[in-house]
């Protein structure tokens, strides 16, 4: 009821569940302990966030939370479009500094598993967009970080003009992988 697919980074997970429409619409078991421990990911989700992002170009993170608060998350788009991008931010890590970018969609059900040890973030492409993401770890503040986005280095391509996009001030104010905390080895 479930496919998992490895990304150019294969700790983080493409998640599409099954969904079963009808002429009075659909459904779909969006997350199943059971599912997911059978498909090999035993995580053990603690809270629900949802975001709504009214304006196209919404920028949301890149965000991590460090140990003992380290989060895994499962990402998914209940309507609208976004890019969803995970930085791998393990120093050890092959992959370190490398990141991967998937579209998420209410139509294409694709959900993005954003393991501990990578800064996550969106940018919307359709206008009110909302996001529900699960977490493995409680928001703490004090262990609450981030990444620039716009960081040369990381070379993501945000599908939209960095003049044009809308973030927090908070976000503007990330530092450059280069410069940032070091934290999952």
Same mark, same amino acid.
């Given at each position: 009821m479930l496919s998992v697919e490895d990304t150019a980074i294969p700790a983080v997970k493409i998640v599409t569940p099954k969904k079963f429409g $009808?002429?009075?619409?659909?459904?779909?078991?969006?997350?199943?302990?059971?599912?997911?421990?059978d498909?090999?990911?035993?995580?053990?989700?603690?809270?629900?966030n949802q975001s709504l992002s009214a304006p196209v170009g919404t920028l949301r993170g890149l965000h991590f939370q460090s140990p003992p608060f380290?989060? $895994?998350k499962l990402v998914r788009v209940t309507r609208g479009r976004i890019l969803d991008v995970a930085? $791998?931010?393990?120093?050890?890590s092959p992959t370190f500094g490398k990141h991967v970018a998937v579209?998420?969609?209410?139509?294409?059900?694709?959900?993005?598993l954003v393991p501990v040890g990578f800064a996550h973030g969106f940018v919307t492409l359709e206008p009110d967009t909302e996001v529900i993401y699960k977490v493995t770890a409680p928001y703490a503040p004090q262990n609450d970080h981030g990444l620039a986005f716009d960081d040369p280095a990381l070379g993501i391509d945000w599908r939209l003009p960095l003049s044009g996009l809308t973030l927090s001030d908070k976000d503007r104010k990330h530092p450059r992988?280069?410069?940032?905390?070091?934290c999952f080895d």
């Open positions: $009808d002429h009075r619409g659909f459904f779909s078991e969006t997350w199943s302990r059971k599912a997911f421990t498909a090999g990911l035993d995580l053990d989700f603690v809270q629900d380290a989060q $895994d930085v $791998d931010i393990r120093s050890s579209e998420l969609s209410a139509e294409n059900w694709k959900q993005l992988l280069a410069e940032m905390l070091r």
